[in-house]
C-alpha cells in the first residue's frame, strides 16, 4: 500500500469514528430539544401563550423582588364573558380570550409576568413607576374595551374590570396579599370603565362576592367561565 493510500485510509477511520461517535450527542440533544419544548409548554396556557399559574406566580415574585415600589400587581376580569359564550359560542369565546391575552402581553412588554389564572382571569405584574401609572392604565382599558373580530367577520364588543394593588401604596412586596387588594380593588370598580387602584382598606376585604378572599390568591384562582 502506497505512503499516500494510507493516509486516505487513516483519515477515512477518523472520519469514521467521529461520525459514529456524533450520532449519540446528535440523538441526545434532539431529546434535549424535544423536552425544552416539552417543558415550555407546561409553562404555558395553550389557548392564550400566557403562563400559567404557577409559572406566572414564579415570575411575579422574582420581579417584585426586583422592581420594589416600582411595580405593580395588575387583575383582569372580562366582563360578561358567560354572555359570549352562550349567544356566540365557545369557539367565539375562546377568540375573546386570546384577544385579551394578546392585548395584555403587548400592554406590559416582554419583561412582565403575564398569566391566565383560569376562565376569564389574568394578572399581570410588571414595573410601573408612580409617574407613568395612571397613563398607563388609562392606555390598558382603552385596549381590553376595543372590539374583537371574530373569524367569520362578526365583531364583538367587550370590556373588562381591572383592579390594581402596588406596594408602595399598600407597603408589602407579598404577592398574595397584593392579587387579594387588586380583587378586591377590581370588585369595586366593576363596570366602572376604568382601572381601580387598591387602598389598604381592601387588604382587610374577608370576603369577595361570598368567597373567602384568600381564594384568588396564589394557591388557587379560578372561577367557571
Keep these: 500500500m502506497s505512503p499516500l493510500t494510507r493516509v486516505q485510509a487513516r483519515i ?27 417543558l415550555a409548554a407546561t409553562k404555558r396556557d395553550p389557548l392564550t401563550g400566557l403562563l400559567r399559574r404557577d409559572s406566572y406566580t414564579a415570575r411575579a ?32 369565546g375562546d377568540t375573546v380570550l386570546a384577544a385579551i391575552g394578546a392585548r395584555l402581553t403587548a400592554w406590559a ?24 401609572r395612571a397613563h398607563r392604565l388609562e392606555q390598558l382599558v382603552r385596549m381590553l374595551h376595543a372590539p374583537v373580530v371574530l373569524d367569520d367577520g362578526r365583531t364583538v364588543d367587550i370590556a373588562a374590570s381591572v383592579g390594581v394593588a402596588t406596594p408602595d401604596g399598600l407597603g408589602t412586596r407579598d404577592l398574595s396579599l397584593l392579587q387579594r387588594a387588586a380583587d378586591a380593588a377590581l370588585y369595586d370598580g366593576k363596570h366602572s370603565g376604568r382601572a381601580h387602584l387598591a387602598t ?13 378572599a384568600g381564594r384568588r390568591g396564589t394557591a388557587g384562582w379560578g372561577r367557571a367561565a
Design 109 to 132: 412588554g416582554p419583561r412582565a409576568a403575564v398569566g391566565r389564572l383560569g376562565g376569564d382571569e389574568f394578572a399581570v405584574v410588571l414595573e410601573l413607576p408612580a409617574d407613568r
Design 12 to 38: 477515512g477511520q477518523r472520519t469514521l469514528l467521529l461520525t459514529t461517535a456524533a450520532l449519540p450527542l446528535t440523538g441526545w440533544t434532539l431529546h434535549a430539544l424535544a423536552f425544552h419544548r416539552r
Design 61 to 92: 415574585r422574582q420581579l417584585l423582588a426586583r422592581h420594589g415600589h416600582g411595580a405593580a400587581v395588575v387583575l383582569v376580569d372580562a366582563d360578561h364573558f358567560k354572555a359570549v359564550n352562550d349567544t356566540l359560542g365557545h369557539a367565539a
Design 200 to 212: 389598604a382598606v381592601h387588604t382587610t376585604v374577608p370576603s369577595i362576592n361570598g368567597r373567602r
